[in-house]
């Protein structure tokens, strides 16, 4: 672990719950910073822009800028303009985060790409149909996250994943995932710290999207007993953790930096 350089962060069910600081996160991160480690919030959170977040996680305490975020909507925009420039998109996404979506073209029909980001009201029968209409009319489909569940202070939540799921058996399509547990997300956020996977740390609630994903992309994984996280996803998951701690707050000391 002391050739680690930098950490990745899962915000939602990791450093807050509802936005509101879990015990010792703050401080966690503030001796991770301390250290001279590198450090990105990295979010598969769809309902408030890199600014959004940046603002409320530093208004509870902790020393974040924009410029340490890295959301699903932003790497999205970064890849439709890559694989589909010029594309006329339809977005289903509960929240605004338009201004993460610079340059890309949003239309509410005739699109080229449906863009599925995270779930809520806005998330009814009509606009889920809208999309499915779209995608038998040939559009491709691309999902900002496969994420089933959240975790909010009312308990779990049920996020897009479960309408995806709907979307792409009915229209017979294959979502392309640009947000965790996308390989492409992590390189993204190592490329911004620039470091090499090997020297990086991720930690997460999510077994599968967080830890074991960026396992596979060469990280350490490091699984937190907060959030979305529950025994029996743990003991059904398709690989191990690198490392179990119960808390971000002990993350400090399992990188051997003393407790928070």
């Given at each position: 672990?002391?050739?680690?350089?930098?950490?990745?962060?899962?915000?939602?069910?990791?450093?807050?719950?509802?936005?509101?600081?879990?015990?010792?996160?703050?401080?966690?991160?503030?001796?991770?910073?301390?250290?001279?480690?590198?450090?990105?919030?990295?979010?598969?959170?769809?309902?408030?822009?890199?600014?959004?977040?940046?603002?409320?996680?530093?208004?509870?305490?902790?020393?974040?800028?924009?410029?340490?975020?890295?959301?699903?909507?932003?790497?999205?925009?970064?890849?439709?303009?890559?694989?589909?420039?010029?594309?006329?998109?339809?977005?289903?996404?509960?929240?605004?985060?338009?201004?993460?979506?610079?340059?890309?073209?949003?239309?509410?029909?005739?699109?080229?790409?449906?863009?599925?980001?995270?779930?809520?009201?806005?998330?009814?029968?009509?606009?889920?149909?809208?999309?499915?209409?779209?995608?038998?009319?040939?559009a491709r489909l691309v999902a900002m996250h496969?994420?089933?569940?959240?975790?909010?202070?009312d308990g779990l939540q049920l996020d897009s994943?479960?309408?995806?799921?709907?979307?792409?058996?009915?229209?017979?399509?294959?979502?392309?995932?640009?947000?965790?547990?996308?390989?492409?997300?992590?390189?993204?956020?190592?490329?911004?710290?620039?470091?090499?996977?090997?020297?990086?740390?991720?930690?997460?609630?999510?077994?599968?999207?967080?830890?074991?994903?960026?396992?596979?992309?060469?990280?350490?994984?490091?699984?937190?007993?907060?959030?979305?996280?529950?025994?029996?996803?743990?003991?059904?998951?398709?690989?191990?953790?690198?490392?179990?701690?119960?808390s971000f707050a002990d993350v400090p000391g399992?990188?051997?930096?003393?407790?928070?």
């Amino acid at each position: 672990m002391t050739s680690v350089r930098a950490v990745l962060i899962d915000i939602d069910g990791v450093l807050t719950v509802s936005w509101k600081p879990l015990p010792g996160a703050v401080e966690a991160l503030r001796a991770l910073r301390a250290a001279g480690l590198g450090v990105a919030l990295v979010t598969n959170t769809t309902s408030r822009t890199r600014a959004s977040i940046a603002e409320t996680l530093s208004a509870a305490g902790f020393e974040v800028g924009a410029e340490d975020v890295l959301t699903a909507p932003a790497v999205t925009a970064a890849r439709l303009a890559e694989r589909f420039p010029g594309a006329r998109c339809t977005l289903l996404n509960d929240g605004d985060i338009a201004a993460d979506l610079g340059g890309i073209t949003l239309v509410e029909e005739g699109a080229d790409v449906v863009v599925v980001g995270g779930a809520g009201p806005g998330f009814d029968y009509a606009a889920l149909n809208r999309a499915f209409g779209e995608l038998q009319r040939g559009a491709r489909l691309v999902a900002m996250h496969r994420n089933l569940y959240w975790r909010t202070e009312d308990g779990l939540q049920l996020d897009s994943g479960a309408f995806l799921v709907g979307l792409e058996r009915a229209a017979r399509v294959e979502a392309e995932v640009t947000g965790k547990p996308s390989r492409a997300f992590f390189e993204a956020a190592l490329a911004r710290l620039d470091v090499d996977a090997e020297a990086a740390l991720m930690v997460g609630d999510d077994i599968e999207s967080d830890v074991l994903a960026a396992q596979r992309a060469g990280l350490t994984g490091v699984l937190v007993k907060t959030g979305k996280y529950r025994p029996e996803t743990h003991e059904d998951a398709s690989g191990t953790p690198d490392h179990v701690v119960d808390s971000f707050a002990d993350v400090p000391g399992l990188l051997g930096l003393g407790p928070v």
